[in-house]
T-cell receptor, first 114, second 115 residues
């Protein structure tokens, strides 16, 4: 069965600094990988995904993520954080060879300090 | 921009009562999902639905839960006899690609409070 690990409950970054939110995954087949963001009292919004091709994928709001097959990681990054980036971030995985469900990590709260 | 809509936004019910949560997925989507989130924490998969039948369900989705697509637009989640531990935010999602590259589009959620 697939699983996702987000090792950090919270990440604090000063505004203007680069940010990284970590994610590792486990699937038996090939992964499709996703990042979602959730603002308070809102639903989940899609940020970006890795399907195939370039390991570095770019998404909404200046975010990007790097797929690393050998480390089974898909860390979310942004070169310069904004206060408005403060939210709950979820990494998710789908096993393309087995299931149609997407499994989410437990989430990482990103706090950008002004 | 098309969106997934959910009603009600908040429902309070007594333990043992039946609850129906409603969702209108994006109109050209074919695959439908329910997830739940307890206390703003982990998002848990409940069930996926395609071609008028359940394609996959989690161990959370026991006999007390059911889903239905009664017409061409609505997708409902029914909890037959609610328990305290069913209190959560329930999210509906839809996708136009199954098992492939399509991302899920989520509604704003229905908050269920069981007293």
């Amino acid at each position: 069965a697939q699983s996702v690990a987000q090792p950090e409950d919270q990440v604090n970054v000063a505004e203007g600094n680069p940010l990284t939110v970590k994610c590792t995954y486990s699937v038996s087949g090939n992964p499709y990988l996703f990042w979602y963001v959730q603002y308070p009292n809102r639903g989940l919004q899609f940020l970006l995904k890795y399907i195939t091709g370039d390991n570095l994928v770019k998404g909404s709001y200046g975010f990007e993520a790097e797929f690393n097959k050998s480390q089974t990681s898909f860390h979310l990054k942004k070169p310069s954080a904004l206060v408005s980036d403060s939210a709950l971030y979820f990494c998710a995985v789908r096993d393309m060879n087995r299931d149609d469900k997407i499994i989410f990590g437990k989430g990482t709260r990103l706090h950008i300090l002004p | 921009e098309p969106e997934v809509t959910q009603t009600p936004s908040h429902q309070v019910t007594q333990m043992g009562q039946e609850v129906i949560l409603r969702c209108v997925p994006i109109s050209n989507h074919l695959y439908f999902y329910w997830y739940r989130q307890i206390l703003g924490q982990k998002v848990e998969f409940l069930v996926s639905f395609y071609n008028n039948e359940i394609s996959e369900k989690s161990e959370i989705f026991d006999d007390q839960f059911s889903v239905e697509r009664p017409d061409g637009s609505n997708f409902t989640l029914k909890i037959r006899s609610t328990k305290l531990e069913d209190s959560a935010m329930y999210f509906c999602a839809s996708s136009d690609d199954r098992g492939l590259a399509g991302e899920l589009f989520f509604g704003e959620g229905s908050r269920l409070t069981v007293l």
